[in-house]
């Protein structure tokens, strides 16, 4: 009965960082390698959802990954690897025995296969490639032959289909006999004679009218398809938007040859979202397994871009120098203009970047959105100007220079909200990644417009 309770109160610990695995689980398995204990590595694993695998995977150092992988063997699923980091996928592919590997693929959907080799170099593609049967790779190349980022690679070959002339106790029967239905679908997509999509119908709706319905009869309202050669963007912008859950994938005769359904187009969102994120801060598209190297190369182009944006605001402030000499108060209030006003951009500019990736917005409300974010900005300003005055007036005994300070605050915070929209809108119109190149823009403007202003008015007022 003890025993229980400690088996309880264990499983209780696995768990209580909510969806991660415990230090107490890893260290459990990472015992089991280093003792070459499959059986209790097995038991240890068997539980784990393949993205708890992969996570593990990717925590553990090459040389633990390397015998844990070996160890687990022929129970390595191939969901694992759609699961890993790029970073890491193609190591852990080469460490794979070949029979594992080509067990572990054979199990992923086509869609599946088409993300885990798109990536790869040259020879780790031909290894997957390889295991594949015939038919199967004939798809997967077909795939790979669309475009980068389009519906055609996104789509898996799958597609669960009827003629349009058949009732709903013939669709029943043709799934129930069927043996190679995709492991998750959602509809049956109706045909004509031609392969063209006329509908599809969703499964409970099937399930639930009488055999002798048509299936004509209960196709879904709003049904839409999408070009092999579309981006997978817009695709997954559709079905966000329109709440879909799957819809086919059509060639350039408008036949039916693959299906897209709502995982792999959140997927896409959430890749979009977070690589917008990365980007802002200016760090690429790295990840944590990324070596030293490599994410060197990714972080110092935006470093530099930085150090010019800095020396061109110290330009501005040289030009004060007199000013600051006589005035060393100055020195020391500068960095809070230039920290509100990069803040206030900010805020802003995330604002519009993500307005930009969801496509709320558009020329119909831009005016709008930048006549708001100017009163919002001048709103904030008047505020942190009475703040700062009081400040100035207690800490350096200057009414004028808390005068000074307010004012400049109110310029660069109105200046900040209208170079936060603004800016990310106008290189998104002459077709710039606002999420690439906005930050740094932003930086600059709030950067030289605050030194500018305070300095400026202090040169005028103070003197």
């Known amino acids: 009965m003890v025993e229980e309770q400690q088996d309880i109160s264990h499983e209780a610990e696995d768990v209580e960082d909510g969806y991660t695995l415990s230090g107490r689980a890893l260290s459990a398995i990472l015992y089991a390698v280093d003792t070459g204990d499959r059986s209790k590595l097995i038991e240890l694993m068997e539980p784990l959802h393949a993205a708890d695998i992969a996570d593990l995977l990717e925590q553990v150092n090459a040389f633990d990954r390397r015998r844990l992988i070996l160890l687990y063997g022929e129970e390595f699923d191939g969901e694992i690897l759609s699961e890993l980091d790029e970073g890491i996928r193609e190591e852990v592919i080469h460490v794979l025995r070949p029979e594992v590997l080509a067990e572990a693929v054979r199990e992923l959907e086509s869609d599946d296969v088409v993300d885990l ?144 359904t709502i995982d792999d187009a959140m997927n896409v969102l959430d890749e979009e979202h977070e690589e917008d994120i990365m980007r802002l801060a200016g760090v690429g598209e790295g990840s944590l397994a990324d070596r030293v190297l490599e994410t060197v190369k990714q972080r110092i182009p935006w470093l530099g871009v930085n150090l010019v944006t800095a020396i061109l605001a110290s330009l501005v402030i040289a030009q004060f120098e007199d000013t600051i000499s006589q005035f060393v108060a100055l020195a020391v209030l500068m ?88 800016i990310p809108v106008l290189l998104e119109r002459i077709g710039v990644d606002p999420a690439l190149a906005s930050g740094a823009f932003v930086t600059t403007v709030t950067d030289v417009v605050g030194f500018f202003a305070f300095l400026g008015l202090a040169g005028m007022v103070l003197l």
Do not use: C
């Not at 049904?223 to 695709?235: L, Q």
């Not at 519009?352 to 006549?371: E, F, H, Q, S």
């Open 335 to 422: 960095p809070i203009v230039a920290s509100m006003g990069g803040n206030a951009g900010t805020q802003a500019l995330t604002v519009a970047v993500r307005a930009i990736a969801t496509r709320d917005l558009t020329g119909a409300n831009v005016w709008r959105v930048i006549r708001r974010e100017v009163l919002v900005g001048l709103t904030n300003g008047l505020v942190f100007a009475v703040v700062m005055g009081v400040v100035g007036l207690i800490w350096f005994g200057s009414p004028a220079l808390g005068g000074v300070i307010g004012a400049a605050m109110v310029i660069n915070l109105v200046i900040a909200g209208l170079a936060g929209i603004g």
């Open 117 to 260: 080799v798109e990536d790869l170099e040259d020879d780790a593609q031909e290894a997957i490639l390889a295991t594949l049967e015939d038919a199967d790779r004939v798809a997967v190349e077909q795939s790979l032959s669309y475009p980068e980022f389009s519906a055609g690679r996104l789509m898996q070959r799958e597609v669960v289909m009827g003629p349009e002339h058949w009732t709903v106790g013939q669709a029943i029967d043709f799934m129930r006999n069927s043996e190679e239905l995709p492991d998750d679908f959602y509809h049956m997509v109706l045909i004509d004679p031609k392969m063209h999509a006329v509908g599809h119908v969703t499964l409970g709706k099937i399930l639930g009218a009488p055999r002798a319905q048509p299936l004509t009869e209960l196709l879904e309202p709003g049904f839409r398809t999408f070009r092999v050669d579309e981006s997978e963007a817009d695709v997954a912008y559709a079905f966000n938007q329109y709440h879909m859950i799957s819809a086919p994938v059509v060639d350039a005769d408008d036949r039916v040859v693959g299906v897209i």
